[in-house]
């Protein structure tokens, strides 16, 4: 599902030279600084120029009897005592101006009497960053803050999520008597690619026209390619427990990786993760998901596929739930008692008993009753389309009785143009900027009333998770 691949597969030579053009548009404000100053000298210079610019602190409360402080201001006006841990509107100070250059002031998170984390605020008109200066970074997180502050007037959004829950362990407070198939779970989009870099190896999903703009700005590609910031054993102690893997290399196990265009984590280093973790943890449920496969040249494609089977039978056999003795009308408890909370999915088994089936598609019609695992690709690069499909295949499910977990990806799939365009006007230069300009759209879609009623054994997927948000909402969404 990686959109450059697959656009540029289709129409190389364009591709190729429209990315080689994207390249050298260079970042830059739509309004040069004399003609801001000008403007501003203007229009801005009554004594309430800056109302109505500012800064939305939007909290959200998991972690009880949280408050917030806001001090050190520079250019923002702000509490210096602590509010309730909702929204809160900060306006600028010192003439709307002020937010042309770039000013901080800090944002303190407390619970009672204890400082658990702190952000440095950076606000400037062309961008702004949140950097954390103190805290624990498995339980408090900066979901995203948005660039958005506009000549006529409009507010920045900081978003800021913290949670008493234990994400590690999560599941011990789960209802052990829910069957698999009743659970909903947090996860990831290609979860491996972490580490994707510059000097990462291209790979075999990557199309020819990507594999040439990879030489050429190879720093560039990187930046698509990544969807998530930390490791697998890094979202697994945030509390994901759904792993999307698609693997490239050869027939040697030693050869395969994750990939998303470019090398991200090895397989081998992937499953030690799972292992260490879930020994430790022995009442989380870990899935991990292989849906696609990307042979090296040469290589046959059940070679590689036997390869991965053989190794995940003997690195993680006495903890693989198998498809043999257990399924999806299997309860958790079942599995916790056994020790055996690893499943290991496929789109193709190949005979090999303990594999459970999974089906990644654009239409769930392809579904069917010996179906494990569906997982629906809306293919959008919009929101509002996204928006539409999912909902629509939300009420399909509840429509008709289904056996499977039922994978929603609520991440968009930025094409070529939505690239270019976010390239051109400075707005995002990766994915991770892109997954920015759209992720708290749809925060506030999935906290729809009433969108989720009647479902369960969902997992919930997304590009760079800071799992605390899809962990809190499936606990919420199963009452523990």
């Given at each position: ?23 050298s548009v260079p970042r830059r404000p739509f309004l040069s600084a004399p003609v801001i100053a000008a403007f501003s000298g203007l ?438």
């Open positions: 599902m990686f959109p450059l691949s697959k656009i540029a597969s289709s129409r190389p030579s364009r591709d190729a030279a429209a990315m080689r053009a994207a390249m229009v801005f210079a009554a004594p309430l120029a800056h109302a109505g610019q500012g800064l939305y602190l939007d909290v959200l409360a998991y972690m009880p009897s949280a408050s917030m402080t806001i001090d050190s201001v520079q250019c923002m006006d702000g509490s210096p005592q602590p509010v309730l841990m909702q929204r809160q509107y900060v306006e600028a100070s010192d003439a709307w101006s002020c937010l042309y250059t770039p000013s901080t002031f800090s944002l303190s998170i407390w619970s009672a009497a204890r400082k658990v984390a702190s952000y440095a605020v950076t606000v400037s008109a062309w961008g702004s960053r949140v950097e954390s200066t103190g805290g624990d970074p498995a339980y408090l997180s900066i979901a995203t803050m948005y660039p958005r502050f506009g000549v006529l007037g409009s507010q920045d959004v900081l978003n800021i999520s913290s949670t008493d829950l234990d994400l590690a362990s999560w599941m011990q407070g789960v209802n052990p008597s829910l069957q698999i198939r009743q659970l909903d779970l947090p996860g990831t989009h290609d979860s491996g690619t972490s580490d994707i870099e510059a000097r990462s190896p291209v790979t075999p999903d990557a199309s020819p026209a990507i594999a040439r703009a990879a030489e050429i700005a190879p720093g560039l590609i990187a930046g698509w390619s990544r969807a998530q910031s930390v490791d697998v054993a890094g979202q697994l102690q945030r509390g994901i427990r759904y792993l999307d893997l698609r693997l490239c290399g050869g027939s040697d196990v030693d050869t395969i990786v994750t990939c998303h265009a470019m090398a991200g984590q090895s397989f081998t280093d992937v499953v030690g993760q799972v292992k260490a973790f879930v020994s430790a943890h022995p009442t989380e449920l870990v899935i991990m998901d292989m849906n696609h496969w990307y042979p090296a040249p040469g290589t046959e494609l059940n070679v590689m596929r036997n390869s991965v089977y053989q190794y995940l039978q003997a690195q993680l056999g006495p903890m693989l739930a198998g498809r043999d003795h257990y399924d999806p009308s299997s309860t958790l408890g079942t599995l916790q008692t056994a020790r055996r909370t690893v499943i290991a999915a496929t789109d193709q088994p190949m005979g090999y008993a303990f594999l459970w089936t999974s089906v990644n598609t654009t239409n769930i019609g392809k579904c069917g009753a010996s179906t494990d695992i569906c997982s629906y690709w809306p293919e959008s690069a919009q929101l509002d389309q996204q928006k539409q499909r999912l909902t629509a295949v939300l009420d399909d499910l509840r429509s008709r009785p289904h056996p499977y977990l039922f994978v929603l990806q609520t991440q968009l799939t930025p094409d070529l143009d939505t690239i270019l365009k976010g390239l051109g006007d400075g707005k995002y230069s990766d994915l991770k900027g892109f997954t920015g300009s759209y992720e708290y759209g749809m925060r506030w879609y999935l906290d729809t009333p009433h969108l989720f009623d009647g479902l369960s054994g969902l997992i919930f997927i997304q590009d760079f998770s800071n799992g605390i948000d899809l962990t809190h909402r499936v606990t919420s969404m199963m009452g523990s």
